[in-house]
């Protein structure tokens, strides 16, 4: 296992792009200056750096001392924790929406984002205004004094204290990267929610299912309840929750789900049976993950907050459907064969064109493979990420036959251009293909 997961410590030189300790620190952790004149969102985000899996698992003890200082943790009197390789972002938003059908405030922190920062801190379901977020910045500024912080790190405090200051009656976390040693972590979780385990980051979470499970199976907490929301658990995880006494329940083991006719039903762990005339608008594994988590501390949950949920609880670019230029399509940011395989499992048929962009530390052949034979054309597209892989050079990675189209808007072209009216268009491979193909998209509309 990586040296940073085992000690905590941030063993690189900083993410590509990096401000290396926050707000204007010097290299080699020298004075610390506070950047005169930040005064809007553009400016603070241009300050805290970028994102990179290197600065999101160096531990949480920095965290939890900067969030004691400015009196921010718990964020929320009741506080969900969703973990996992994939399947987190639509979790969160159905759980969101199954707390606020219940007459609840919710606090919800999404990773990455889409289009803009704002998207990753949530109050009802309502991304926050620019004014606030700042707002709270620079209450974490003021109380990290000497700690260096990272772009992950200010985003998680940021959120918490607009959470504290919004006086939410929960909050719905999602980790950015693994668990243990991720910034949520330094918050309690009342229910832990991991929802899948697969191979992804395996430079800093370990070398397969069992090691990066360990890391995930961080966020459980002593005594306290936690959700499985896939249906393969790795070992390590059922290990950690016996070493914690916590009460573990495993979907498919210990509750279950089923869509069928009548529409979507659920059996709880505790015997309960809860149906609803329509399936969510998510993956029903995350969906049922999300009600099973709720009903652990709230037993007698109201069943229509569950078809609220259903009907409401979207997240874009997670199985997101869009109708445009006359085709029917599919944006999903699955970037790994365990995402890609989710993926094909909650296709309702055949797609006619597949547009991949991806990153260059991927699996693109495995990616490819796990959708064999739903996928009748591929297209490649540049993704235009500082971590981004060419079109060129994506293609001579991947076991398909393809066409090349480097500029998204061209790549779109050419799935209108090969399909004919209602058939299905997947876009997929990264944040950033997805989000430049939805604006495309939705401007098209």
């Not at 606030?132 to 990272?150: G, K, N, S, W, Y």
């Not at 393969?232 to 573990?248: G, K, Q």
């Not at 210990?254 to 998510?282: C, K, M, Q, T």
């Amino acid at each position: 296992m990586n040296a940073a997961i085992r000690d905590g410590r941030n063993s690189g030189t900083g993410g590509l792009g990096e401000k290396k300790g926050g707000l204007g620190e010097k290299e080699g952790g020298g004075e610390t200056r506070r950047a005169p004149g930040v005064a809007d969102l553009a400016g603070w985000l241009e300050c805290i750096g970028v994102e990179h899996p290197k600065t999101v698992v160096r531990g949480v003890g920095h965290v939890a001392e900067v969030a004691s200082r400015a009196g921010l943790n718990p964020p929320a009197p009741v506080n969900f924790v969703v973990a996992g390789t994939n399947g987190k972002g639509s979790t969160a938003v159905f759980l969101e929406r199954l707390l606020m059908a219940s007459g609840r405030t919710v606090g919800t922190t999404l990773s990455p984002h889409l289009l803009r920062f704002n998207e990753r801190i949530r109050v009802d379901g309502r991304e926050v205004e620019d004014e606030e977020i700042v707002a709270a910045f620079e209450v974490v500024e003021a109380a990290r004094q000497d700690v260096a912080l990272t772009y992950f790190e200010y985003a998680i405090l940021a959120a918490f204290g607009v959470f504290r200051d919004r006086k939410v009656d929960a909050s719905v976390l999602e980790v950015g990267l693994g668990g243990r040693l991720d910034a949520v972590n330094v918050v309690d979780a009342d229910v832990a929610i991991i929802t899948s385990i697969g191979l992804e980051h395996q430079d800093y979470l370990g070398p397969d299912v069992e090691a990066i499970g360990a890391e995930k199976a961080g966020v459980m907490r002593r005594g306290r309840p936690a959700v499985f929301g896939a249906r393969d658990m790795p070992n390590s995880v059922r290990a950690r929750a016996a070493e914690l006494d916590a009460h573990l329940v495993v979907n498919g083991v210990d509750y279950r789900h089923a869509i069928d006719s009548g529409g979507w039903v659920v059996n709880l762990f505790d015997g309960r049976r809860v149906r609803v005339g329509e399936r969510p608008r998510v993956a029903a594994d995350n969906a049922a993950a999300a009600v099973q988590a709720l009903a652990m501390i709230e037993p007698d949950f109201d069943t229509a907050a569950l078809a609220e949920a259903c009907r409401v609880a979207t997240i874009p670019g997670r199985l997101e459907r869009v109708d445009a230029r006359g085709r029917r399509w599919i944006l999903d940011v699955a970037h790994n064969p365990h995402a890609a395989g989710f993926l094909r499992e909650n296709l309702e048929g055949p797609i006619a064109v597949a547009i991949l962009g991806m990153l260059k530390d991927k699996a693109h052949a495995g990616v490819a493979r796990a959708l064999a034979g739903r996928v009748e054309r591929w297209v490649v597209t540049d993704n235009t990420a500082s971590r981004g892989l060419r079109a060129a050079e994506l293609g001579k990675r991947l076991p398909v036959r393809h066409a090349r189209e480097p500029r998204i808007r061209d790549a779109i072209a050419y799935a209108v251009s090969t399909t004919e009216a209602n058939d299905v268009i997947l876009v997929l491979g990264s944040f950033d293909t997805v989000a430049r193909a939805r604006q495309e998209l939705i401007r098209a509309k």
